[in-house]
C-alpha cells in the first residue's frame, strides 16, 4: 500500500500562487507516474499534471504555461507549483500514485481557494 499525504491548499488571491506538496510514503523512484487531479462537486477527477519516473511529463491545457510539477526522489515528494492562479483553478486536488504493479493510490485531497 502506498498512502499519500497532501498539502500546500489555502486560500489566495487571483493572480497568486500555491506550492502544493505530496509525500509519498515509498520511494517515488519505484512509481512509474505521479500526478496531480483536480475534481468539481458531481464532475469526473480529471488530470492538471503527471510525471513519469523518467521525468516525462504531462499538463492540462489549463494548466499549460502557469504550473509546473516536479519530484525530489530523495524525499519522496512530488509537488505542484502554481503560478497566475484563477478563480477557475478553485478546486479539490488530489495526489496520485500508479505503481510499477499497475495499483492506483490517492491522497485525501488538499483545498485550493482562488477568490479576492
Known amino acids: 500500500q502506498v498512502q499519500l499525504v497532501e498539502s500546500g491548499g489555502g486560500l489566495v488571491q487571483p493572480g497568486g500562487s500555491l506550492r502544493l506538496s505530496c509525500a509519498a510514503s515509498?520511494?517515488?523512484?519505484?512509481?512509474?507516474?505521479m500526478g496531480w487531479y483536480r475534481q468539481a462537486p458531481g464532475k469526473q477527477r480529471e488530470l492538471v499534471a503527471s510525471?513519469?519516473?523518467?521525468?516525462?511529463?504531462n499538463y492540462a491545457d489549463s494548466a499549460k504555461g502557469r504550473f509546473t510539477i516536479s519530484r525530489d526522489n530523495a524525499k519522496n515528494t512530488v509537488y505542484l507549483q502554481m503560478n497566475s492562479l484563477k478563480p477557475e483553478d478553485a478546486d479539490v486536488y488530489y495526489c496520485?500514485?500508479?505503481?510499477?504493479?499497475?495499483?492506483?493510490?490517492w491522497g485525501q485531497g488538499t483545498q485550493v481557494t482562488v477568490a479576492s
Open positions: 515509498t520511494s517515488i523512484f519505484s512509481i512509474n507516474t
Open positions: 510525471i513519469t519516473s523518467g521525468s516525462r511529463i
Open positions: 496520485n500514485a500508479a505503481t510499477n504493479i499497475s495499483a492506483n493510490y
